[in-house]
């Protein structure tokens, strides 16, 4: 059964430490996003990787937010110095995107993220 | 700026009723339309598309529907059931030399037993 995992599943850290979220995309997939939601904002498009290659970061705070694809099972999300204001539920999402459509999108089960 | 909305934050139905699910989207160069249903603590889960060169497509109990003309998206629900009361999103594709999906801020449905 293919899934996206990813880790860890809920994070609750002091304001100013260090946050990696991890993601394994499902085997075969190209397309990689990275999605944080919250009550007030829905779901906003942090970063989207395409065959590894980063697309779209505009989503993110570049001072303190980081993406990457080290390899085409892994992709991380790095928050540093985390804020209280971080404090969401981060989702990673793999797909099969063609060069028009981004199609549909396979969702991990989120890495809730608490910044106190 | 363009952007997807929904018309109903929530919406409370019997079970055994049909439900519908409203999106308006504003970017008419979207080509491509996805629902999605999440669950509490669950990442969203697929449900149905469309492509912009159709205006309904059916599965299994729904059905999505497809206006251009007032840009206007929505899911119906056959026979409402009590696992059916998730948090609804509609996303349109959205190409800007690569492709993205743009989530609308999501309906409550609610079943009643």
């Not at chain 1, 694809?69 to 992709?75: H, S, V």
């Not at chain 2, 019997?14 to 699910?21: F, M, P, R, T, V």
């Not at chain 2, 998730?86 to 492709?99: L, P, T």
């Amino acid at each position: 059964d293919a899934r996206v995992t990813q880790t860890p599943r809920d994070k609750v850290t002091e304001m100013g430490q260090e946050v990696t979220m991890r993601c394994q995309p499902i085997l075969g997939h190209n397309t990689v996003f990275w999605y944080r939601q919250t009550m007030m904002q829905g779901l906003e498009l942090l970063a989207y990787f395409r065959n590894r290659a980063p697309l779209d970061d505009s989503g993110m705070p570049k001072d303190r937010f980081s993406a990457e694809m080290p390899d085409a099972t892994l992709a991380t999300l790095k928050i540093q110095p985390s804020e209280p204001r971080d404090s969401a539920v981060y989702f990673c999402a793999s797909g099969l995107g063609t060069g028009s459509v981004a199609g549909e999108l396979f969702f991990g089960e989120g890495s809730r993220l608490t910044v106190l | 700026g363009e952007s997807v909305g929904l018309h109903l934050p929530t919406l409370s139905v019997q079970e055994g009723d049909n439900s519908i699910i409203n999106c308006a989207y504003s970017n008419s160069a979207s080509d491509y339309f996805i629902w999605y249903k999440q669950e509490s603590g669950k990442g969203p889960q697929f449900i149905i598309d469309i492509r912009s060169n159709m205006d309904k497509r059916q599965g299994q109990r729904v059905t999505v529907l497809l206006n251009k003309t007032v840009k206007h998206l929505s899911l119906q629900i056959a026979a409402t059931q009590p696992g059916d009361s998730a948090v609804y999103f509609c996303a349109e594709n959205r190409n800007s030399g690569y492709s993205t999906l743009t989530f609308g801020k999501g309906t409550m449905l609610l079943v009643s037993p």
